[in-house]
């Protein structure tokens, strides 16, 4: 169903525009980069990949590189860079710093300088703590705080599902079960082409599934839930952006 096209990657970086290396051959991706990358006028990219490791910035709030939003019901939401001894590129995570319990309270930090119809999204986690659950999600196709595509890989539940959020309502796309473990480093990919969508865990193809609800280009990002802690590390991003 999906197209299997392999990348390669560049230089490691804060942000690695590539044509080098290939990924992991069980999990492949499905969209195409370019080999050359041009800036466009709005300072976003057409067509490229971006890992971002956190290690670059300066520790303390986020940049104006990202922008956090709220779906669902709560409070403003607070993203922070911060050292971590167990960081999976030492030395700096992104985590969230302000949480708040309710089934419908779900923090976004979005990547604001970069939008895609076709991507791919791949980035490590770890849940740490929380009562309502213990979290980490990814965005893609990002139309506003009530209209997107999500993964979530939950601790409390060893699951991995794919949702639709319409109208700020999230509906299932497809699930899987996934041995997603508290105070662990996970990694999770989400892969959409036009309507294919393929979702990997720790570098293992879970499932496929279709959907067409969302066919223009949009903002990625990552999410937590609820009262989850959840830090995250090496953000990868490919993209052909449509204009």
């Not at 079960?177 to 969508?197: C, I, N, R, Y």
């Amino acid at each position: 169903m999906l197209r299997s096209l392999f990348f390669q990657l560049g230089a490691s970086a804060l942000v690695s525009l590539s044509v080098t290396a290939t990924y992991a051959q069980e999990c492949k991706s499905t969209v195409q980069t370019e080999a050359l990358v041009r800036e466009n006028t709005d300072g976003e990219v057409p067509s490229k990949e971006i890992t971002l490791d956190f290690d670059h910035f300066e520790t303390g709030p986020v940049p104006n590189d990202f922008l956090p939003v709220l779906s669902g019901k709560g409070k403003a939401v607070d993203w922070e860079i911060r050292p971590d001894p167990t960081a999976r590129s030492s030395p700096n995570i992104l985590a969230l710093i302000s949480t708040e319990e309710g089934n419908l309270h779900f923090p976004i930090l979005l990547y604001n300088k970069f939008a895609a119809k076709n991507v791919e999204i791949r980035v490590s986690f770890k849940a740490i703590s929380g009562k309502s659950d213990q979290a980490a999600e990814v965005v893609a196709r990002y139309q506003d705080e009530k209209h997107f595509y999500v993964v979530r890989a939950s601790a409390f539940e060893n699951k991995v599902q794919l949702d639709k959020v319409v109208d700020d309502i999230r509906q299932p796309i497809k699930s899987a079960s996934a041995s997603v473990t508290s105070g662990k480093w996970h990694e999770m990919q989400l892969s959409v082409h036009d309507g294919d969508f393929q979702v990997c865990f720790d570098g293992t193809p879970l499932f496929e599934a279709e959907d067409d609800t969302y066919q223009r280009a949009g903002k990625v990002g990552l999410a937590t839930k609820s009262d989850g802690v959840t830090v995250f590390d090496d953000l990868r991003i490919i993209g052909d952006k449509e204009e």
